[in-house]
């Protein structure tokens, strides 16, 4: 079956640009996840969806970062005002999360964010 | 502060070889470690998962080692072979809802034919 998806791979902007992510969820997973990747290092938690509302947003880096899941499924990550700062492998994850325990977060293959 | 600190940051391991990567965290909260495997432009994948109530997980070549007073966990890779060349990362998360990973800094294994 289909995996998580991200549009686009790959994203160059200039500083002080606006640019939006995408992330498409594995169908009928209500968990969503954003992590950042710098260079060299593990992925960085941003903000976890349940369903339409951020249950978890404190791994954003400031309010210039903002993301939205409208519908319980497709999400999208809002970087206002780049920076090079912000250059990054920009990750979704989803899973099924069903009860309170731990479950299988399944990642997709990053949108490379590069603010020249 | 970095929750889950990994080591070694890179990792050459003659084919055959065992492969080792360790982990360490300070939280007892935490009650469940995953490991990831990433290739270059990739997503990471779950590879294999432990909680604390077990010391150790077999699946194929690849064994967790959990201690949990030492707060330490590790991965074993037996028979390390070509196509084991990839960063792996450690994960720990807490019980709770919120499900969230806090993720080691990575290790990149190359397996040498």
């Known amino acids: 079956g289909a995996g998580v998806s991200q549009t686009p791979s790959n994203k160059v902007t200039e500083k002080g640009k606006y640019v939006e992510l995408r992330c498409d969820p594995i169908?009928?997973?209500?968990?969503l996840y954003w992590y950042r990747q710098s260079l060299g290092q593990g992925p960085e938690f941003l903000i976890y969806?349940?369903?339409?509302?951020?249950?978890?947003d404190s791994g954003l880096p400031n309010d210039r970062f903002f993301a939205v899941r409208p519908e319980g499924s497709v999400s999208t990550l809002k970087i206002q005002r780049t920076e090079r700062g912000d250059s990054a492998v920009y990750l979704c994850?989803?899973?099924?999360?069903?009860?309170?325990?731990?479950?299988?977060?399944?990642f997709g293959p990053g949108t490379r964010l590069t603010v020249l | 502060q970095q929750q889950v600190k990994q080591s070694p940051q890179s990792l050459i391991v003659q084919k055959g070889g065992i492969s080792i990567i360790n982990c360490a965290y300070e939280?007892?909260?935490?009650?469940?470690f995953p490991w990831y495997q990433q290739f270059p432009g990739k997503g990471p994948a779950l590879l294999i998962a432990?909680?604390?109530?077990?010391s150790e997980k077999k699946e194929g070549r690849f064994t967790i080692s959990f201690n949990k007073s030492a707060k330490q966990f590790s991965l074993h890779i037996m028979d390390s072979q070509p196509g084991d060349s990839a960063t792996y990362f450690c994960?720990?998360?807490?019980?709770?809802?919120?499900?969230?990973?806090?993720f080691g800094s990575g290790t990149k294994l190359n397996v040498k034919p």
């Open positions: 432990i909680r604390p109530d077990v």
């Open positions: 939280n007892t909260a935490f009650d469940y």
């Open positions: 994850a989803s899973s099924l999360r069903v009860g309170q325990g731990p479950d299988t977060q399944y």
């Open positions: 994960a720990a998360s807490r019980r709770g809802i919120l499900n969230k990973f806090y």
């Open positions: 169908s009928g997973h209500t968990a």
């Open positions: 969806f349940q369903g339409t509302g951020a249950a978890d």
